[in-house]
């Protein structure tokens, strides 16, 4: 990793940060599934909160240190010319093995969030037919 590719930090400015946060805004938007499954959680009170905070700042350092050895590790613009800049960077430090192990982990991390869709939908369709949200829907037609 060579730190002089981290300088100048902001190579085209400030400009691009708003975009590139936005983006990366609507993957932290999957957190609002631990909310909808909080009925299945014990001591919800005590537990959501920690479960909530502690999963966003995991996830807030693991970004930035991603990005971190991703800048260190290539120049500003072999980042911005390569398809995947993640997969480049693995194959750097652990060679095709790297790459494998990233593409690995893109899959579970797909399919965990598919499992979190899955599950937290289900649990706001059952909350909105409890509390009467959906026409003609009684807690009678609910298997429960």
Same mark, same amino acid.
């Not at 909080?38 to 001591?43: G, L, Q, S």
């Not at 920690?50 to 613009?77: D, E, F, H, P």
């Given at each position: 990793?060579?730190?002089?590719?981290?300088?100048?930090?902001?190579?085209?400015?400030?400009?691009?940060? &708003?975009? =590139?946060? *936005?983006?990366? %805004?609507?993957?932290?938007? $999957?957190? @609002?599934? +631990?909310?909808?499954?909080?009925?299945?959680?014990?001591?919800?009170?005590?537990?959501?909160?920690?479960?909530?905070?502690?999963?966003?700042?995991?996830?807030?350092?693991?970004?930035?240190?991603?990005?971190?050895?991703?800048?260190?590790?290539?120049?500003?613009?072999?980042?911005?010319?390569?398809?995947?800049? &993640?997969? =480049?960077? *693995?194959?750097? %430090?652990?060679?095709?093995? $790297?790459? @494998?192990? +990233?593409?690995?982990?893109?899959?579970?991390?797909?399919?965990?969030?598919?499992?979190?869709?899955?599950?937290?939908?289900?649990?706001?369709?059952?909350?909105?037919?409890?509390?009467?949200?959906?026409?003609?829907?009684?807690?009678?037609?609910?298997?429960?």
């Amino acid at each position: 990793m060579d730190t002089g590719n981290l300088i100048p930090f902001f190579p085209q400015g400030a400009g691009p940060i &708003l975009p =590139t946060t *936005a983006l990366i %805004f609507v993957s932290f938007l $999957g957190f @609002v599934k +631990i909310a909808a499954v909080a009925e299945e959680i014990r001591d919800p009170e005590r537990n959501l909160p920690r479960a909530l905070i502690g999963s966003v700042a995991l996830v807030t350092g693991l970004y930035v240190v991603i990005l971190l050895v991703i800048a260190g590790t290539l120049s500003q613009g072999a980042i911005a010319e390569v398809r995947d800049p &993640l997969a =480049t960077a *693995a194959r750097s %430090f652990f060679g095709e093995a $790297g790459v @494998v192990v +990233i593409v690995f982990a893109g899959l579970l991390a797909t399919l965990s969030s598919a499992n979190a869709s899955i599950l937290a939908a289900s649990r706001i369709n059952l909350a909105m037919a409890r509390d009467r949200l959906v026409p003609g829907c009684s807690l009678r037609s609910i298997p429960v």
